[in-house]
């Protein structure tokens, strides 16, 4: 957050810290757990990749709220794609 100086005092501005949440597999998108605007917990599950027959949950890597969902259930995803936001 930063501050900015004004004459009568300081007004704080700037937005919450946000967390990309990355795939760590290339696969599918099988299973969306969460919502825009849910509140989680760290290690709460994200959503469900499936790749080479395993389901693999992706947690939350600490507390937060969901900002945006960028895949939706069946899509490939390959590793590094962003698939969640949260704001902390």
Same mark, same amino acid.
């Given at each position: 957050?930063?501050? %900015?100086? #004004?004459?009568?005092?300081?007004? *704080?501005? $700037? ?5 990309? %949440?990355?795939? /760590? ?11 825009? $605007? ?17 389901e693999?949950? %992706? ?10 969902? #960028?895949v *939706?259930? $069946? /899509?490939?995803? *390959? ?8 704001? $902390?």
């Amino acid at each position: 957050m930063g501050v %900015v100086r #004004r004459a009568a005092g300081f007004v *704080e501005w $700037g937005s919450a810290l946000s967390i990309e %949440v990355e795939a /760590q597999i290339t696969g599918n998108v099988w299973k969306i757990e969460v919502a825009v $605007g849910d509140s989680v917990e760290e290690e709460d599950v994200l959503l469900v990749v499936e790749s080479m027959k395993m389901e693999i949950p %992706v947690e939350a890597p600490e507390s937060g709220r969901v900002a945006e969902i #960028r895949v *939706e259930e $069946g /899509q490939p995803i *390959e590793e590094g794609d962003i698939l969640v936001v949260l704001e $902390g």
